[in-house]
């Protein structure tokens, strides 16, 4: 699910940084590249858990 969102607000900055409006763009950057890291976090955390 947070992939998901990543990838919907990283659609919102591109649409956003074509249209011209540069701060919406950088703010959902911003988020899509949070929501981002957090996912490979839990991503890694599950999957470490998942061999132990």
Known sequence: MLLYW????A???LVAGVFGFGGVASA??????ILFF???VV??????????
């Open 28 to 33: 959902a950057g911003g988020v899509a590249r």
């Open 11 to 13: 659609i919102v900055a």
């Open 6 to 9: 990543a990838l919907v607000f």
């Open 43 to 52: 991503f890694l955390v599950t999957l470490i858990a998942a061999v132990v």
């Open 38 to 40: 957090i996912f490979l």
